[in-house]
């Protein structure tokens, strides 16, 4: 009976782990050019209305651009600083997807699904249709 007890503790100890001891995303991550590998710009995770949205807040050497000349409807010709080129991302499993990212540089929206790495790194994955058919980044932890 004792052994059932410590048994039923240390299950209502790891299941309330994974429950209030998930990390978020909610913070600030740098973003690294897929060509050249130089850190591109700082982008704000932030949560409305129980999804995830993440905006542009710097613009750091290597970015190309400051507009977002090829972007879709309201995003088109937009400052890039300010910008939310992630959006309506929902809670899912262990990660937030079911969300939407925008390329600035040639303005194509893909489908979009984020989760932690650890503490310090973010994966972002953009993909059309079914997720296997896109690619990942991994942004960094800004302190």
């Known amino acids: 009976m004792k052994f059932y007890h410590i048994f039923l503790g240390a299950l209502f100890l790891l299941s309330s782990a994974t429950l ?7 913070g600030t991550w740098k973003t690294i050019d897929d ?15 129980g ?19 090829d972007c879709p409807g309201d995003k088109k010709d937009k400052p890039l600083i300010g910008l939310d080129i992630l959006w309506d991302l929902k ?9 939407h990212i ?19 790194e973010l994966k ?4 059309i249709g079914f997720s296997i058919i896109g690619r990942t980044q991994t942004w960094y932890k800004v302190n």
């Not at 390329?103 to 310090?120: F, Q």
């Not at 972002?124 to 993909?127: H, N, Q, S, T």
């Open 102 to 120: 925008v390329d600035p540089a040639n303005g194509k929206v893909y489908k979009a699904s984020i989760w932690l790495e650890g503490a310090n």
């Open 91 to 99: 809670p899912y499993k262990d990660y937030w997807s079911y969300g």
């Open 51 to 69: 999804k995830l949205y993440g905006k542009i807040v710097k613009l750091l050497p290597a970015a190309t651009t400051d507009i977002c000349n």
């Open 35 to 49: 060509k050249t590998g130089e850190p591109k710009s700082h982008v704000q995770i932030y949560e409305k209305d």
């Open 20 to 26: 209030f001891g998930q990390s978020s995303p909610v």
């Open 124 to 127: 972002v994955r953009g993909y």
